[in-house]
């Protein structure tokens, strides 16, 4: 089983990136799947988690409103679209799958590589 993230790279303030998060292997269609980051010097932390069909999501409160998460079951991959990016938002952004719903633990089994996303001031 393998999660390959993209879509990462380096971007001014106030711009937008779009993640990718495809899965091959096993299907993740009836799992729940999540995004972490982990900027440098720092713990690995909670982004946003989608429920297996979608309708439920959740957030950490710092992306609320900037980041959306979506997916698509047919092409197994999840998305994570970043508005309004913020220096802030620096860090390795890992993919996971595999929870029972969107938790905003670590309580996945399966992890990405991560992507690295740079915003500039």
């Known amino acids: 089983v393998q999660l390959q993230a993209s879509g990462g790279g380096l971007v001014q303030a106030g711009g937008s990136l779009r993640l990718s998060c495809a899965a091959s292997?096993?299907?993740?269609?009836?799992?729940?799947r999540g995004w972490f980051r982990q900027a440098p010097g720092k713990e690995r932390e909670f982004v946003a988690a989608?429920?297996?069909?979608?309708?439920?999501?959740n957030y950490a409160d710092s992306v609320k409103g900037r980041f959306t998460i979506s997916r698509d079951n047919a092409k197994n991959t999840v998305y994570l679209q970043m508005n309004g990016l913020k220096p802030e938002d620096t860090a390795v952004y890992y993919c996971?799958?595999?929870?029972?719903?969107?938790?905003?633990?670590?309580?996945?089994?399966?992890w990405g590589q991560g992507t690295l996303v740079t915003v500039s001031s």
């Open positions: 292997g096993r299907s993740f269609s009836r799992s729940a």
């Open positions: 989608i429920s297996w069909n979608g309708g439920s999501m």
């Open positions: 996971a799958a595999g929870a029972r719903g969107p938790t905003m633990t670590r309580e996945y089994d399966y």
